[in-house]
Every structure is written in structure tokens, then in C-alpha cells.
């Protein structure tokens, strides 16, 4: 839903409010872009299912798996390192400017050390459409290491990190999203820790403030943090996934900037968003259980 290849069917009853005043016009375009943005993915999981089968869901799980392990590893360990040099830098204060600092070096060398192995699975995922593009010069890809070889043997080390640039842009995301983590942490624990200190002293009990929170708040906290930051940044996504979906110099996606307006002049605001409803479904879900375990496993570290 991300990449070009997808029919939407979101211009066109747009398009239909045409005819309509234009105040009414600004309040239900947003309106019935969204509308069509949720309902699409019900739409196309029943395609891929009728037309492909369903183990065609799971396209570029393999590149998944395979570069998830180090990828969340890199960036948990850049950012805890990162969080301790930049607070012994900033006189022992862990402030927001930290975070920001943080994030931000994790995600670069995250991205620099991962970004072949997503260009893989975006394009073993774009494989049905590929293979009937065949006659237009497409490249039909056996598994994911012929998909490695072919990228590298027809563009070269370059091909397979085409859309860095975009998941540079995509930092804004993940530093978004750790200072919201940090900050919402800070604050609920703050909170929980004074109705405890309130309750102890009913009691006449000394109260000892936690450190850590229990998993349903971790959950709730990590599940905010995601929302907003991937809503505020999301047209990254779009613009990576149009990057890395086409072999060769035949593509029409040749730049983050380029891209961004083809894709504005062609499919409006709509176009940028697109795909969002599935995104937020994977990753919110994705965002709760990974900070739940990580949260878990520094308890008993």
C-alpha cells in the first residue's frame, strides 16, 4: 500500500467532492481519505489471500527475522552507550536533550548497518508485482539471497542502499518516539510514586518510590510514544518504500525530495499516507512488546 504499485482507490472518490463547496470540501476529504485508508486493508489482505494464497502474507519474513535480531540489538546498545556518554557530557543530567542525542546516533548506525537487508525484504515483498512486470524490464527474485546477488550484480553496492536517505528522514521517528517514551515513563512514574507516598503516609508506612513500571503501564506508555511519533512522521515510510521498490535506472523514484513531490503531484496528500492504517497495526502492537521485554529484562539485569 506503500509502494506505487498498489491500485488505490482513494483518488477517485476524492475526486467525486469536486462539485462540493469548498469548506465542505477541506472537512471531508481528510474524512473520507481515512475512511478509505482503514478500510483498504481489509480490502487487500482478502486479495493477497484469494489471489496469492495466504503464506503470500508472509512475504520477507525470512529478511525479517534475519535482520531484526541485529538491528534491535544495534540500537539498544548505541542508545544505552549513547544515553551514558551524553549524560557524563551533559554533567551527569539525563535531560530531553540526551534522548534527542541518543536516539538519533542509534538510529544511524542502525541504519547503515541494516538498511540491505530491508531493501530485500521490501522487494521480496513486491515480488507478484515484479513478476508481471517481467516484460518491462523487472527482475523476478528466486529467494532473498538471489535477490541480494541480482541487486548487487545490476546496481551495484549503491542498489542496496537505496532509501538510506529516507531512513535517515525516518530518525525524526524513532527520536521522536524515545523522548515521548522517556518523558511519559518519567511522568507516570512520578505519579505512581506519589499516590504510593500519599497511601504510606495514610498509613503511617515508609514508602520506597519504584524505579521500573509494571508491564501494563510500560505497555500503555510504549503504545503512545509509538502512536504519535509514527503519525508526525510517517510520510518517510513512503518515500523509503518508492525508493527501494524498482531495480535499474528505469525507476521514477530517484531522490527523497523528487519523490516526495512526484508522489504529492500525482496522488495528493492521500499519497503520502498511504498504507498508514496497516503500519500502525504492526508497529504500536510491535512498539508494547519490545519495550515490555526490554523493560522486563533490565529489571534483572
Known amino acids: 500500500m506503500q509502494s506505487s504499485l498498489y491500485i488505490r482507490d482513494i483518488v477517485t472518490p476524492v475526486a467525486s467532492l469536486s462539485h462540493k463547496p469548498a469548506p465542505i470540501r477541506m472537512l471531508l476529504q481528510p474524512l ?13 489482505l482478502s486479495t493477497i489471500r484469494r489471489q496469492e494464497g495466504i503464506l503470500a502474507l508472509w512475504k520477507g519474513l525470512g529478511p525479517n527475522l534475519v535482520g531484526v535480531v541485529p538491528a534491535r540489538a544495534i540500537y539498544f546498545s548505541a542508545y544505552n552507550h549513547g ?26 548506525a542502525t541504519a547503515l548497518c541494516t538498511n540491505p537487508i530491508w531493501l530485500v525484504k521490501t522487494r521480496m515483498q513486491l515480488q507478484s508485482e515484479q513478476k508481471v512486470r517481467l516484460g518491462e524490464g523487472g527482475v523476478y527474485y528466486k529467494n532473498s539471497l538471489h535477490c541480494a546477488q541480482q541487486v548487487l550484480k545490476t546496481e551495484g553496492i549503491r542498489g542496496l542502499y537505496k532509501g538510506l536517505s529516507a ?9 521522536l518516539q524515545f523522548v515521548l517514551y522517556e518523558h511519559f515513563k518519567r511522568s507516570v512514574l512520578e505519579h505512581r510514586n506519589d499516590q504510593a507516598r500519599l497511601s504510606a503516609s495514610s498509613r503511617d508506612t515508609v514508602s520506597t518510590d519504584s524505579k ?40 521514477r523514484y530517484k531522490g527523497l525530495a523528487q519523490s ?36 522486563f529484562i533490565l529489571a534483572f539485569a
Request: charged share 15%; net charge neutral.
Open 32 to 44: 473520507q481519505s481515512l475512511y478509505l485508508n482503514i478500510a483498504s486493508v481489509g480490502t487487500a
Open 83 to 108: 544515553k551514558q556518554l551524553y549524560t557524563s557530557l551533559n554533567k551527569g543530567k539525563e535531560t530531553s536533550i540526551v534522548h534527542v542525542a541518543s536516539a538519533a546516533t542509534a538510529g544511524i
Open 167 to 175: 531512513s535517515f528522514l525516518g530518525l525524526s521517528e524513532s527520536t
Open 212 to 251: 521500573s513500571l509494571d508491564w501494563m503501564d510500560t505497555f500503555g506508555v510504549a503504545a503512545g510514544a509509538k502512536l504519535v511519533a509514527a503519525a508526525a512522521t510517517y510520510p518517510h515510510e513512503v518515500l523509503r518504500t518508492r525508493l527501494r521498490q524498482d531495480a535499474g535506472t528505469n525507476s
Open 260 to 295: 516526495a513531490v512526484l508522489i504529492y503531484r500525482e496522488e495528493g496528500l492521500p499519497g503520502l499516507y498511504g498504507g498508514m492504517t496497516a503500519h500502525m497495526l504492526r508497529v504500536v502492537p510491535n512498539a508494547c512488546i519490545l519495550f515490555g521485554t526490554v523493560e
